[in-house]
């Protein structure tokens, strides 16, 4: 199921939505439509540049990131800081050493909470989601050596290395709590847009105190900076794609009656 959902999206992409088109358009033109050729070749540049235009990203944004505030517990509280998967990068060669990607803020916020006292412990999640042909090193370990590599105790980390998907964490982790006998007071760390989709899975599931830690923002309070925004920019494609991804999530999410 976790493989299904992600495969079906990808055309439903911008990206993956205008070679769609241009694939039909192709097919019409070889059928000697040449009329629905033309629309479905201008449809595909247009939602190209639509969804590659910075102010139609940021608008896109807004709708999921102004959502989600920081509510932290206090000081010294025991409670486990929950690093969610996606900021890792594949721990292979020829890296010699884990990295992160642009979510990896993740992994800098859960650590910085860490050491600020919020939290007892830290939990790093990310397994086999199955797309890949080969065999790499759980998410949840390389982020683990990211977290003591910029000076958190190993003994302290914690790794969940099940889960394939978002609703797969809360019983993964409730598992992991409760055989250590902590509780489940929870500070959820995940990218902002993310956020949404994260606690309503963990209050779905049930039994957990759920503080949240947005990070990971990919707008700002200005929705045009300079006089480039007017242009389509491949960074804006990307930010516009993991917005549309958050809203087929949810979606998907409540029509299986995950959350």
């Known amino acids: 199921m976790a493989i299904l959902i992600k495969f079906i999206a990808l055309p439903l992409y911008p990206l993956g939505f205008a070679i769609t088109l241009l694939f039909f358009a192709v097919l019409c033109s070889f059928l000697k439509k040449a009329k629905s050729a033309r629309i479905l070749t201008l449809s ?105 590599g910029i000076g958190v105790d190993s003994g302290a980390i914690i790794r969940e290395h099940k889960a394939r998907n978002t609703h797969e964490h809360p019983k993964y982790i409730a598992a992991i709590l409760d055989s250590m006998g902590v509780g489940r007071t929870i500070i959820l760390v995940t990218t902002a847009s993310h956020m949404y989709r994260s606690v309503a899975v963990f209050k779905e599931y049930g039994g957990f105190t759920i503080y949240t830690a947005p990070t990971d923002y990919s707008i700002s309070r200005r929705m045009i900076s300079g006089s480039t925004d007017f242009f389509p920019k491949v960074d804006a494609l990307e930010r516009s794609t993991v917005i549309l991804h958050e809203y087929y999530g949810i979606l998907a999410y409540k029509l299986f009656g995950w959350i």
């Open 44 to 148: 595909s540049f247009v939602v190209l540049i639509l969804f590659s235009l910075p102010p139609i990203a940021h608008l896109l944004g807004t709708t999921l990131e102004y959502q989600v505030k920081e509510s932290l517990p206090p000081i010294g509280t025991d409670a486990s800081i929950v690093v969610l998967g996606g900021g890792g990068v594949p721990f292979v060669p020829p890296r010699k050493y884990p990295e992160i990607n642009d979510a990896g803020d993740r992994i800098l916020l859960g650590a910085r909470l860490f050491k600020m006292g919020y939290g007892k412990r830290l939990v790093t999640t990310g397994g086999d989601v199955g797309t890949s042909f080969f065999k790499y090193p759980s998410e949840a370990e390389g982020n683990a050596l990211v977290l003591q």
